[in-house]
């Protein structure tokens, strides 16, 4: 629990108290996705509740989603696939969902593309990737299940009719599975194939993520005609320790510039990224380095580090993610699933519905090298409404003021801060080097009286701050250097008293230096039940799903605050009311 009590110039204490529910009745099994609830899966939705339902994240008007699949811009449409339960909001019956949109935020629903009908994939059609093959034909990769005891294989889909310019129908070929495990590989561990890459001595890879005694495998397959696929003697990459790896991503990044590569870009001044979604914790980490074209090997720079010690694409709610290569404005854009956490699946089937997709980012790589840069799509800026701006207002320590003009429940924030001297930065614990950020996030928290921070924003907050999510920055001194801390803090996002929910302190560290520009950005994405932010111009990434009961709607507020002795200036803020986009 956080206490955030508003004053005039003095904030109350805050205290934490750290519980971990586990709720093990009626769960048949676990899957890294999900939890399966056998007798609730086709248990359909009385009504839709819209009091938590996001304005402008991508969601369909009722039932379950989770992984984003396949995306894809083809003839002048963006194609977004994703796993979808037709008949209920908890997980199950999943099929492959098919919207299309021509600027990735207003969307046309369109009948399943993929669903189980076969013996190739009867018990599940699970998720994948789509691959523009060089006569302009798009194929899907998919994972089938083809038994009750979730023997997967890899199966194919093809358009059914290219003219479409939709392309709503999709064929899986008689010839299916394309990819059957072989003795050495756990066939319930063998699942969701990458966008397939051409190399220079014309065949196609493609990645499968795996496990093998607790190590994470990208398994490498080869074909020549994408139809007769054979394993690679050796791994694209593996790592010791870090479970069963989901839903691979593989792709170059440019380093020279922000524009996006095609996965089978074969030029000069590039590096590679691996992304695994990671089945032991929930959470999508990646490592940036080198792909040695005549081995088949993939090697991670000395800095980039596998598994949960690692890089993460966001350090809150978000997996499963899937990138593309978008032709039309030579980027590479991100999907990401964002799963509910306000309980058990009773709630999900009171409200409807299950699971959004955060915004769609752009993807490059920072100049330093070390790591990406995510940043939302720029037509995002097209919903932006009703606009306020203030420029170089100070907070001293305790102070805070509302952000008023805007709807603050459906918002986009943008805010620049500054500080005249690093000097208050409090000493980092040596004791918090072996924690997560998370962990130091919930010691340290928003309200916990600081030098140099805690500073930052009071989002989806009550008009008396009864709940508030806070999202900030903290500054510390850690030997030579300085340690930055961005947190989204869901402790005291809800006055509902649910020991299922999930109200975690998200937190990851930002990679700035400080000594020469004293400055931090903040970009927060507000919508009724999703804060997602990017902190640095998108160099740490957090996205929080909450649920208040008194901030919805014309009832939500938002406040800019100062915890830290530090005095800080607002150089900037920007703030917009968000739009509705066409979702039918």
């Given at each position: 629990?956080?206490?955030?009590?508003?004053?005039?110039?003095?904030w109350?204490l805050?205290?934490?108290?750290?519980?971990?529910?586990?709720?093990?009745?009626?769960i048949?099994?676990?899957?890294?996705?999900?939890?399966?609830?056998?007798?609730?899966?086709?248990?359909?939705?009385?009504?839709?509740?819209?009091?938590?339902?996001?304005?402008?994240?991508?969601?369909?008007?009722?039932?379950?989603?989770?992984?984003p699949?396949?995306?894809?811009?083809y003839?002048?449409?963006?194609?977004?696939?994703?796993?979808y339960?037709?008949?209920?909001?908890?997980?199950?019956?999943?099929?492959?969902?098919?919207?299309?949109?021509?600027?990735?935020?207003?969307?046309?629903?369109?009948?399943?593309?993929?669903?189980?009908?076969?013996?190739?994939?009867?018990?599940?059609?699970?998720?994948?990737?789509?691959?523009?093959?060089?006569?302009?034909?798009?194929?899907?990769?998919?994972?089938?299940?083809?038994?009750?005891?979730?023997?997967?294989?890899?199966?194919?889909?093809?358009?059914?009719?290219?003219?479409?310019?939709?392309?709503?129908?999709?064929?899986?070929?008689?010839?299916?599975?394309?990819?059957?495990?072989?003795?050495?590989?756990n066939?319930?561990?063998?699942?969701?194939?990458?966008?397939?890459?051409?190399?220079?001595?014309?065949?196609?890879?493609?990645?499968?993520?795996?496990?093998?005694?607790?190590?994470g495998?990208?398994?490498?397959?080869?074909?020549?005609?994408?139809?007769?696929?054979?394993?690679?003697?050796?791994?694209l990459?593996?790592?010791?320790?870090?479970?069963?790896?989901?839903?691979?991503?593989?792709?170059?990044?440019?380093?020279?510039?922000?524009n996006?590569?095609?996965?089978s870009?074969?030029?000069?001044?590039?590096?590679?990224?691996?992304?695994?979604?990671?089945?032991?914790?929930?959470?999508d980490?990646?490592?940036i380095?080198?792909?040695?074209?005549?081995?088949?090997?993939?090697?991670?720079?000395?800095?980039?580090?596998?598994?949960?010690?690692?890089?993460?694409?966001?350090?809150?709610?978000?997996?499963?993610?899937?990138?593309?290569?978008?032709?039309?404005?030579n980027?590479?854009?991100?999907?990401g699933?964002?799963?509910?956490?306000?309980?058990?699946?009773?709630?999900?089937?009171?409200?409807?519905?299950?699971?959004?997709?955060?915004?769609?980012?752009?993807?490059?790589l920072?100049?330093?090298?070390?790591?990406?840069?995510?940043?939302?799509?720029?037509?995002?800026?097209?919903?932006?409404?009703?606009?306020?701006?203030?420029?170089?207002?100070k907070?001293?320590?305790?102070?805070?003021?509302?952000?008023?003009?805007?709807?603050?429940?459906?918002?986009?924030?943008?805010?620049?801060?500054?500080?005249?001297s690093?000097?208050?930065?409090?000493q980092?614990?040596?004791?918090?080097?072996?924690?997560?950020?998370?962990?130091?996030?919930?010691?340290?928290?928003?309200?916990?009286?600081?030098?140099?921070?805690?500073?930052g924003?009071?989002?989806?907050?009550?008009?008396?701050l009864?709940?508030?999510?806070?999202?900030?920055?903290?500054?510390?001194?850690?030997?030579?250097?300085?340690?930055?801390l961005?947190?989204?803090?869901?402790?005291?996002?809800?006055m509902?008293?649910?020991?299922?929910?999930?109200?975690?302190?998200?937190?990851?560290?930002?990679?700035?230096?400080?000594?020469?520009?004293?400055?931090?950005?903040?970009?927060?994405?507000?919508?009724?039940?999703?804060?997602?932010?990017?902190?640095?111009?998108?160099?740490?990434?957090?996205?929080?799903?909450?649920?208040?009961?008194?901030?919805?709607?014309?009832?939500?507020?938002?406040f800019?605050?100062?915890?830290?002795?530090?005095?800080?200036?607002i150089?900037?803020?920007?703030?917009?009311?968000?739009?509705?986009?066409?979702?039918?």
């Amino acid at each position: 629990m956080e206490l955030f009590m508003k004053s005039s110039s003095l904030w109350g204490l805050e205290i934490y108290l750290f519980c971990f529910f586990i709720v093990l009745s009626n769960i048949i099994k676990v899957f890294a996705s999900h939890n399966i609830f056998l007798d609730l899966q086709s248990s359909s939705a009385i009504s839709v509740k819209n009091v938590h339902r996001t304005g402008f994240h991508f969601q369909p008007p009722k039932n379950w989603i989770n992984d984003p699949n396949a995306p894809m811009y083809y003839n002048g449409v963006y194609h977004l696939f994703y796993q979808y339960n037709p008949k209920g909001s908890v997980w199950g019956n999943i099929v492959w969902a098919h919207s299309v949109s021509k600027d990735l935020i207003n969307w046309i629903h369109l009948e399943p593309a993929i669903y189980p009908s076969k013996k190739f994939d009867k018990y599940g059609a699970w998720s994948g990737s789509a691959t523009i093959l060089p006569n302009n034909k798009p194929v899907i990769l998919y994972t089938g299940v083809v038994d009750s005891h979730d023997s997967q294989v890899q199966n194919y889909a093809i358009p059914a009719n290219l003219s479409d310019p939709f392309l709503r129908k999709w064929i899986k070929p008689n010839n299916n599975p394309l990819i059957v495990p072989d003795n050495s590989i756990n066939k319930t561990e063998f699942r969701d194939p990458t966008t397939a890459w051409m190399g220079q001595d014309g065949l196609w890879r493609i990645v499968i993520g795996s496990m093998r005694k607790h190590r994470g495998m990208a398994l490498l397959y080869r074909s020549r005609d994408f139809i007769k696929w054979a394993k690679a003697q050796h791994p694209l990459h593996s790592s010791p320790h870090t479970g069963n790896w989901e839903c691979p991503d593989f792709f170059p990044v440019s380093l020279k510039n922000t524009n996006g590569l095609d996965a089978s870009y074969r030029g000069k001044n590039v590096k590679h990224v691996l992304k695994n979604s990671l089945d032991v914790n929930r959470f999508d980490y990646y490592t940036i380095g080198m792909y040695d074209t005549k081995k088949d090997r993939y090697i991670p720079d000395n800095n980039s580090i596998d598994g949960s010690k690692g890089l993460r694409l966001d350090y809150g709610n978000f997996y499963a993610s899937k990138s593309f290569y978008d032709p039309m404005k030579n980027r590479r854009i991100v999907w990401g699933w964002t799963n509910e956490s306000d309980g058990l699946p009773d709630d999900e089937i009171k409200k409807g519905w299950a699971g959004i997709q955060a915004i769609p980012r752009k993807v490059w790589l920072d100049p330093s090298g070390k790591q990406l840069i995510q940043w939302p799509i720029e037509e995002l800026e097209t919903l932006r409404k009703q606009k306020i701006q203030l420029n170089n207002k100070k907070l001293s320590k305790g102070e805070m003021f509302e952000v008023e003009g805007i709807s603050a429940s459906q918002a986009d924030i943008e805010v620049s801060f500054s500080f005249s001297s690093l000097n208050k930065a409090e000493q980092f614990d040596p004791k918090w080097a072996d924690l997560y950020a998370q962990d130091v996030c919930a010691i340290k928290g928003s309200t916990i009286q600081g030098g140099l921070g805690p500073f930052g924003l009071a989002t989806l907050a009550s008009k008396n701050l009864e709940e508030y999510t806070p999202v900030f920055f903290r500054v510390f001194k850690a030997q030579k250097n300085y340690k930055v801390l961005m947190c989204s803090n869901a402790r005291r996002s809800t006055m509902r008293q649910n020991e299922a929910m999930y109200k975690p302190s998200f937190a990851g560290y930002v990679d700035v230096d400080l000594v020469d520009m004293k400055k931090l950005s903040l970009r927060s994405l507000i919508d009724n039940s999703v804060v997602e932010s990017f902190g640095a111009g998108g160099k740490t990434c957090i996205t929080s799903r909450v649920y208040p009961m008194l901030a919805i709607h014309n009832n939500a507020h938002l406040f800019v605050f100062n915890n830290g002795s530090e005095t800080i200036t607002i150089e900037t803020l920007n703030a917009w009311s968000m739009d509705v986009p066409k979702m039918h």
